[in-house]
Structure formats: structure tokens, C-alpha cells
T-cell receptor, first 113, second 111 residues
Framework: GAGVSQSPSNKVTEKGKDVELRCDPI?????LYWYRQSLGQGLEFLIY????????KSGLPSDRFSAERTGGSVSTLTIQRTQQEDSAVYLC???????????FGPGTRLLVL | GENVEQHPSTLSVQEGDSAVIKCTYS??????FPWYKQELGKRPQLIID?????GEKKDQRIAVTLNKTAKHFSLHITETQPEDSAVYFC??????????FGTGTRLTVIP
């Protein structure tokens, strides 16, 4: 079946602008995660959604970052007033449940000029 | 929170030799330890994982060992091939939520 998809694949924006990144998880997966990968670095956890529970936002680096998950499926990560240090690859993953294997999307490469 | 350290950051081996990557974790509640392979420009792909009730797991040329007492786990790749060249990430998960990743090891297999 289809894997996790993300859009756009690349995004170039100017400092101060807002951006929205989209994630379509694998159908039927109840858990969804956002990670950030800076150049040459590991994956940094941002936020986690599980079913109808309140999301775990403990990894969000500032209040400029927020995410929603509508209808238990598609998720949008929003970065307001982007800064150059926000430049990174933003990866989404989904799993069948909170304790199951996570499958990653291809990521969105964000460049803030 | 959990802290995962990974070594080495880069590793070069001759084709056919073995490669070992080591990780340590800090949270004794961690009970699941996956390894992901990420080729250049591609998404991370799960290659093997181990749960805390098991000490070792093998899948063809890949094996993972876990020492819960010492809080470390390792990835072993035998008979390395050029297509094994990639960045490998270890991770640990306390509970049933998000993963905490190591900083990655860039493995180069020299033909």
C-alpha cells in the first residue's frame, strides 16, 4: 500500500514568513510523529499525535511551531515567522499504534533565506 | 528525558569486513530500540529492531545486541557490501511514544 507522503518536497521561504508542511500518514495508522533533521544531525522529536488524545508537544522548540491533525489522518505542521535556524528537513512518521514500528515519509526540505 | 549517544560518527570499512556501531541510552524505562538506515536524500528505513526482553536479534547479515544493565546496544553488519554505505541511526523509546535518536553514523564501504 501507499507509504507516508509529505508535501511540498522542497520549500524556500523568506525570513519572517509563515510556512505549512503537510503529512499524509499510512491509512489506518493512528499515531503520527513530526521530527526535524538538521544538516548532518540526528532526528529531533517535535510533536506526537495518538488517536483522539491530546498531542505530546514537548519537543516543539518554540511557540512559533504548531501542528494539527484533522480527522485523525492528515497533519499540518506550521512554522510562523520563520527564522534561518528553522532550515532543516522536516520528517513525518506514522505507526499503527503508539508502540508500533514508525514508518517515515520522504520529508520536506525547508530553506529559510 | 531520554538521551541517546552514538559512536562512531563516521566509519569506513573494506568490502567484506564487519562494521559495528554502538549506542548508549540514559532512561532505564526505554524498552524498544530500532535501527534506521538513511541513504543520501532518502527517508530513514527501519532495518532491524529489538525489544528489552531480548538480548540479541539477527536478520541475515545484520544483528543487534542489547545490554540492559549497561544501557547500551549495538548494530553489527557482517560481510559488508557497497550498498550498505549510508547513515545509520539508533533510537530508544521510553514507553510507547516518540523515539529519541542518536546523531547517526556515516558508514562507507570501500570496494
Amino acid at each position: 500500500g501507499a507509504g507516508v507522503s509529505q508535501s511540498p518536497s522542497n520549500k524556500v521561504t523568506e525570513k519572517g514568513k509563515d510556512v505549512e508542511l503537510r503529512c499524509d500518514p499510512i491509512s489506518g495508522h493512528t499515531a503520527l510523529y513530526w521530527y526535524r533533521q538538521s544538516l548532518g544531525q540526528g532526528l529531533e522529536f517535535l510533536i506526537y499525535f495518538q488517536g483522539n488524545s491530546a498531542p505530546d508537544k514537548s519537543g516543539l522548540p518554540s511557540d512559533r511551531f504548531s501542528a494539527e491533525r484533522t480527522g485523525g489522518s492528515v497533519s499540518t505542521l506550521t512554522i510562523q515567522r520563520t527564522q534561518q535556524e528553522d532550515s532543516a528537513v522536516y520528517l513525518c512518521a506514522s505507526s499503527q499504534g503508539g508502540g508500533e514500528t514508525q514508518y517515515f515519509g520522504p520529508g520536506t526540505r525547508l530553506l529559510v533565506l | 528525558g531520554e538521551n541517546v549517544e552514538q559512536h562512531p560518527s563516521t566509519l569506513s570499512v573494506q568490502e567484506g569486513d564487519s562494521a559495528v556501531i554502538k549506542c548508549t541510552y540514559s532512561d532505564s524505562a526505554s524498552n524498544y530500540f530500532p535501527w534506521y538506515k538513511q541513504e543520501l536524500g532518502k527517508r530513514p528505513q527501519l532495518i532491524i529492531d529489538i525489544r528489552s526482553n531480548v538480548g540479541e536479534k539477527k536478520d541475515q547479515r545484520i544483528a543487534v545486541t542489547l545490554n540492559k544493565t549497561a544501557k547500551h546496544f549495538s548494530l553489527h553488519i557482517t560481510e559488508t557490501q557497497p550498498e550498505d554505505s549510508a547513515v545509520y541511526f539508533c533510537a530508544a523509546r521510553p514507553g510507547a511514544n516518540n523515539l529519541f535518536f542518536g546523531t547517526g553514523t556515516r558508514l562507507t564501504v570501500i570496494p
